[in-house]
């Protein structure tokens, strides 16, 4: 196994003269990190335990569909074994940089929570009260907990756009996007 | 001169009024989209797959080509006004664009980085134009085990070199070969790690997870890190006036130049893409800058126009071995296959025999894509930073949206869309803790092809492994996969030296 690269002495590599340099920053990250690993780890040995049960028809002489499984399970458990022990040494993954990511502030779990919990509240309204509804709700309920402010003018902007999209989406370029019980019978905007 | 004329037929295409739109269309919406902060190409096209699904092929590629280049385009944009680098391949581009900028050169920043990417695209694409048939009529002669050598190639290359962690890369990889194999096994037809779900049956769709990764999982991951206050956009001077004085080209077009002799035939191996490519050609210009050294990293023109030309040139390069092979190189080009198979088109060496018309048509919209790409970036430069103030609240709001949207038109299913909210947190994760997301998509297209050419090769040769390395092609293929790791470990190292 080729080493992990080394991490430059310092922490992550603070390349933006103007914040205050992130340096001093010890890793609390850690756990969750770890858990990400083992979980690569445990993943790797249930595909080892699951391809033995698939089942291999007699008719195939040479390799079946449970090789390539084998090989999968063997390379996951190796990589998550390797970021344990890496993890354990205390050598960390870099999270991802971006532009609108600040490299000072600590994850808002809150907020992760909050995005998740809207998606999923989406999915079930689709066919409760009709796609445009459930996108109006997505959007304005996502910017809402992004920040932004008055939430009104965030519903109202997320009502407009779900309903541009269904009249261009379902009523111009045929997608059967479901307009929902309250707009039954509008004919612009049937799929 | 066979291929010449089935080119010209290509134009006759593309030049119809009504596909000459369709790529006007390409162009804005990419440049639009790839300006927005951390939207990269890849994702550009992922959420903008749902557009094109009731397009009639030939018009969606020739959207996609559009988009393609439109996002490179935009990206460069963005990285030279903001005041944070975003989309990897024109990090370097952020450093002096950005100097630049913030030195009221703005204008000539932006000039030169359009320019030389409409000149080095040209270049590329007509390398392209020649390349790809004979790379084409090359790779019909490829058995089984010369195909999976090259996929072993690709998964080594993009698992190792895409991200800045081997094992965390490895352990991506994996993962997606994984999502691969859930469904049923195409040789045998038994069910494998369907957890006797049906609607697992037939696969996780990849858009699904392309979508959940590059659009819910950054969103949510810069969600959870969002960046607050006002966003500081650098003003660009107005009048054209201001773009490039005489110096400015004379100081362009030898980087423009070299750019594009470096971007291309890094695009074309599988070297980790346009990063690669931006870098050397950023340290190429350095080392050549000679008395003006010094300006570097302070806002040299040279270290805009060169990396800026190597990025595009890379992108066409990309385009061989993923038209010619099938064989995608980086996570934008594993998108594009998945656009092509969405249409039922497979990428590789019968594609230009099967499809010419076709491909004949991307690629002369490559062509007429760069030529709008130079005349609408420059004048429409105002717009640009427009799109650029968006507040963040409505953009990752919108980009959630889009992706809901593109995951619940594959099947109007709502369990798409949940198996995307869960694909966006693996996303949110992996970016949280370093796992680069892009060789997860490249193993999970592959993974598939991988397996069934080894088992067409093993069946051929009885199960003798050594039918696997015997080739002259195979063998080669293992030995370059040393030389290219060793390369490119060291490449990445420098990389972050410099960075540092």
Same mark, same amino acid.
């Given at each position: 196994?080729?080493?992990?690269?080394?991490?430059?002495?310092?922490?992550?590599?603070?390349?933006?003269?103007?914040?205050?340099?992130?340096?001093?920053?010890?890793?609390?990250?850690?756990?969750?990190?770890?858990?990400?690993?083992?979980?690569?780890?445990?993943?790797?040995?249930?595909?080892?335990?699951?391809?033995?049960?698939?089942?291999?028809?007699?008719?195939?002489?040479?390799?079946?569909?449970?090789?390539?499984?084998?090989?999968?399970?063997?390379?996951?458990?190796?990589?998550?074994?390797?970021?344990?022990?890496?993890?354990?040494?205390?050598?960390?993954?870099?999270?991802?940089?971006?532009?609108?990511?600040?490299?000072?502030?600590?994850?808002?779990?809150?907020?992760?929570?909050?995005?998740?919990?809207?998606?999923?509240?989406?999915?079930?309204?689709?066919?409760?009260?009709?796609?445009?509804?459930?996108?109006?709700?997505?959007?304005?309920?996502?910017?809402?907990?992004?920040?932004?402010?008055?939430?009104?003018?965030?519903?109202?902007?997320?009502?407009?756009?779900?309903?541009?999209?269904?009249?261009?989406?379902?009523?111009?370029?045929?997608?059967?996007?479901?307009?929902?019980?309250?707009?039954?019978?509008?004919?612009?905007?049937?799929? | 001169?066979?291929?010449?004329?089935? %080119? &010209?037929?290509?134009?006759?295409?593309?030049?119809?009024?009504?596909? /000459?739109?369709?790529?006007?269309?390409?162009?804005?919406?990419?440049?639009?989209?790839?300006?927005?902060?951390?939207?990269?190409?890849?994702?550009?096209?992922?959420?903008?797959?749902?557009?094109?699904?009731?397009?009639?092929?030939?018009?969606?590629?020739?959207?996609?080509?559009?988009?393609?280049?439109?996002?490179?385009?935009?990206?460069?944009?963005?990285?030279?006004?903001?005041?944070?680098? +975003?989309?990897?391949?024109?990090?370097?581009?952020? &450093?002096?664009?950005?100097?630049?900028?913030?030195?009221?050169?703005?204008?000539?920043?932006?000039?030169?980085?359009?320019?030389?990417?409409?000149?080095?695209?040209?270049?590329?694409?007509?390398?392209?134009?020649?390349?790809?048939?004979?790379?084409? +009529? $090359?790779?019909?002669?490829?058995?089984?085990?010369?195909?999976?050598?090259?996929?072993?190639?690709?998964?080594?290359?993009?698992?190792?070199?895409?991200?800045?962690?081997?094992?965390?890369? %490895?352990?991506?990889?994996?993962?997606?070969?994984?999502?691969?194999?859930?469904?049923?096994?195409?040789?045998?037809?038994?069910?494998?790690?369907?957890?006797?779900?049906?609607?697992?049956?037939?696969?996780?769709?990849?858009?699904?997870?392309?979508?959940?990764?590059?659009?819910?999982?950054?969103?949510? =991951?810069?969600?959870?890190?969002?960046?607050?206050?006002?966003?500081?956009?650098?003003?660009?001077? *107005?009048? $054209?006036?201001?773009?490039?004085?005489?110096?400015? $080209?004379?100081?362009?077009?030898?980087?423009?130049?070299?750019?594009?002799?470096?971007?291309?035939?890094?695009?074309?191996?599988?070297?980790?893409?346009?990063?690669?490519?931006?870098?050397?050609?950023?340290?190429?210009?350095?080392?050549?800058?000679?008395?003006?050294?010094?300006?570097?990293?302070?806002?040299?023109?040279?270290?805009?126009?060169?990396?800026?030309?190597?990025?595009?040139?890379?992108?066409?390069?990309?385009?061989?071995?993923?038209?010619?092979?099938?064989?995608?190189?980086?996570?934008?080009?594993?998108?594009?296959?998945?656009?092509?198979?969405?249409?039922?088109?497979?990428? +590789?060496?019968? /594609? %230009?025999?099967?499809?010419?018309?076709?491909?004949?048509?991307?690629?002369?919209?490559?062509?007429?894509?760069?030529?709008?790409?130079?005349?609408?970036?420059?004048?429409?430069?105002?717009? $640009?930073?427009?799109?650029?103030?968006?507040?963040?609240?409505?953009?990752?709001?919108?980009?959630?949206?889009?992706?809901?949207?593109?995951?619940?038109?594959?099947?109007?299913?709502?369990?798409?869309?949940?198996?995307?909210?869960?694909?966006?947190?693996?996303?949110?994760?992996?970016?949280?803790?370093? =796992?680069?997301?892009?060789?997860?998509?490249?193993?999970?297209?592959?993974?598939?092809?991988?397996?069934?050419?080894?088992?067409?090769?093993?069946?051929?040769?009885?199960?003798?492994?050594?039918?696997?390395?015997?080739?002259?092609?195979?063998?080669?293929?293992?030995?370059?996969?040393?030389?290219?790791?060793?390369? +490119?470990?060291?490449? *990445?190292?420098?990389?972050?030296?410099?960075?540092?």
């Amino acid at each position: 196994m080729a080493p992990d690269a080394p991490v430059p002495p310092g922490g992550p590599t603070a390349e933006d003269a103007p914040p205050p340099p992130g340096a001093v920053e010890p890793p609390p990250r850690r756990w969750g990190e770890l858990v990400l690993a083992l979980a690569t780890t445990a993943l790797g040995v249930y595909v080892l335990v699951a391809a033995g049960s698939i089942t291999v028809p007699g008719s195939s002489n040479t390799l079946g569909p449970r090789a390539f499984p084998y090989l999968v399970g063997g390379m996951l458990v190796a990589a998550g074994v390797v970021l344990v022990v890496l993890i354990l040494s205390g050598r960390t993954g870099q999270e991802e940089g971006g532009e609108d990511v600040d490299p000072s502030v600590r994850t808002d779990w809150l907020t992760v929570v909050l995005l998740v919990v809207i998606l999923v509240v989406h999915v079930f309204a689709i066919n409760a009260v009709g796609w445009p509804f459930a996108a109006a709700l997505l959007f304005g309920g996502a910017a809402v907990v992004l920040g932004a402010r008055p939430w009104w003018r965030a519903a109202l902007a997320g009502l407009v756009l779900g309903l541009v999209i269904q009249v261009i989406f379902g009523g111009l370029l045929g997608l059967s996007l479901p307009a929902g019980p309250l707009l039954e019978g509008v004919p612009f905007l049937r799929g | 001169m066979d291929n010449f004329s089935a %080119l &010209i037929e290509g134009f006759a295409t593309v030049l119809h009024p009504m596909y /000459l739109l369709y790529a006007l269309f390409g162009v804005f919406v990419g440049t639009a989209v790839g300006v927005l902060p951390g939207i990269g190409p890849a994702m550009t096209i992922a959420l903008l797959l749902p557009l094109t699904y009731s397009l009639e092929p030939t018009a969606a590629i020739i959207v996609f080509a559009g988009i393609y280049y439109g996002g490179m385009y935009g990206g460069s944009t963005t990285s030279i006004l903001l005041n944070t680098p +975003g989309e990897s391949a024109s990090i370097v581009t952020a &450093i002096e664009g950005n100097r630049m900028a913030r030195a009221g050169r703005g204008a000539a920043a932006l000039a030169t980085a359009a320019i030389g990417s409409f000149v080095a695209g040209s270049i590329a694409t007509v390398a392209l134009t020649f390349l790809a048939p004979v790379v084409a +009529g $090359w790779a019909v002669q490829l058995g089984e085990p010369d195909y999976f050598a090259l996929m072993v190639v690709a998964f080594v290359t993009v698992g190792a070199l895409l991200g800045s962690s081997v094992p965390r890369g %490895l352990a991506s990889l994996s993962l997606g070969l994984f999502l691969g194999l859930i469904g049923t096994d195409t040789l045998t037809g038994q069910q494998r790690f369907t957890f006797g779900v049906p609607n697992l049956a037939d696969g996780i769709d990849v858009v699904v997870v392309a979508v959940g990764l590059f659009a819910v999982g950054e969103a949510v =991951y810069v969600g959870s890190r969002m960046r607050h206050g006002p966003i500081r956009v650098i003003p660009v001077e *107005k009048g $054209w006036r201001t773009w490039m004085k005489r110096d400015d $080209w004379r100081r362009s077009w030898k980087p423009w130049l070299r750019g594009a002799a470096i971007g291309f035939p890094v695009g074309t191996i599988p070297a980790g893409g346009a990063d690669v490519a931006t870098f050397l050609s950023y340290a190429a210009e350095r080392r050549l800058a000679g008395p003006r050294r010094k300006q570097f990293g302070k806002g040299a023109i040279e270290g805009v126009a060169g990396p800026e030309a190597a990025n595009n040139a890379a992108a066409s390069g990309v385009l061989v071995p993923l038209l010619t092979l099938g064989l995608p190189t980086t996570a934008t080009a594993a998108i594009i296959i998945v656009a092509f198979q969405s249409y039922g088109i497979q990428p +590789g060496p019968m /594609l %230009l025999q099967n499809e010419s018309s076709l491909v004949w048509a991307l690629i002369a919209s490559l062509y007429v894509g760069n030529l709008m790409l130079v005349v609408l970036n420059l004048p429409l430069v105002g717009m $640009w930073v427009k799109v650029l103030r968006i507040p963040r609240h409505y953009l990752y709001a919108g980009i959630l949206l889009f992706g809901a949207l593109g995951s619940y038109a594959l099947n109007f299913a709502p369990v798409d869309v949940l198996l995307l909210v869960l694909i966006g947190l693996i996303g949110f994760f992996m970016r949280r803790y370093g =796992y680069p997301v892009a060789p997860l998509v490249v193993g999970m297209i592959l993974g598939p092809m991988a397996e069934d050419r080894l088992r067409r090769s093993l069946a051929i040769s009885q199960g003798d492994l050594s039918y696997l390395v015997t080739s002259p092609f195979a063998a080669t293929a293992y030995a370059a996969i040393i030389v290219l790791l060793a390369v +490119g470990i060291w490449l *990445k190292r420098r990389e972050r030296a410099e960075e540092a």
